[in-house]
Nanobody, 124 residues
Framework: QVQLVESGGGLVHTGGSLRLSCAAS????????MGWFRQAPGKEREFVAT????????YYADSVKGRFTISRDNAKNTVYLQMNSLKPEDTAVYYC?????????????????WGQGTQVTVSS
C-alpha cells in the first residue's frame, strides 16, 4: 500500500509560480511511475504530467508543456511539479497519483494510488 500526500498549493497571481510536492510512503516508491492530474470545478479530472520510475522519461499535457516541470527524488520518496507562468485556467485541485507500471501513464485508469489533492488558485 502506498499513501500519497500533496502540499504546496495556494493562491498566486497570473504569471506567478508554485511548486507542488507529493510525499509517498512505502519503500517501493522508486519502482512506481508517477503523475499529476487536476480537476477544475464542473470539469473532469485531466492529465497534467507524468514521470517514469527513474525520472528519465517525462510527458506533459499540451496545455502545460513548456511551463510545468515534473521531477522526482527517489531518495526522498517525493515527486514535484514546478509550475511557472501560471494562468487563471490552471486553477484546479491538483492530485498526485502513482502506478505500479514503471513507465509513464497519461490516463486516469492507469493509476493505482491517489493523494487527497491540493488547491491551486490563479487570480487574474
Amino acid at each position: 500500500q502506498v499513501q500519497l500526500v500533496e502540499s504546496g498549493g495556494g493562491l498566486v497571481h497570473t504569471g506567478g509560480s508554485l511548486r507542488l510536492s507529493c510525499a509517498a510512503s512505502g519503500r517501493t516508491f522508486s519502482s512506481y511511475g508517477m503523475g499529476w492530474f487536476r480537476q477544475a470545478p464542473g470539469k473532469e479530472r485531466e492529465f497534467v504530467a507524468t514521470i517514469n520510475w527513474s525520472g528519465t522519461s517525462t510527458y506533459y499535457a499540451d496545455s502545460v508543456k513548456g511551463r510545468f516541470t515534473i521531477s522526482r527524488d527517489n531518495a526522498k520518496n517525493t515527486v514535484y511539479l514546478q509550475m511557472n507562468s501560471l494562468k487563471p485556467e490552471d486553477t484546479a485541485v491538483y492530485y498526485c497519483a502513482g502506478t505500479v507500471r514503471l513507465g509513464t501513464a497519461t490516463t486516469y485508469t492507469s493509476y493505482d494510488y491517489w493523494g487527497q489533492g491540493t488547491q491551486v488558485t490563479v487570480s487574474s
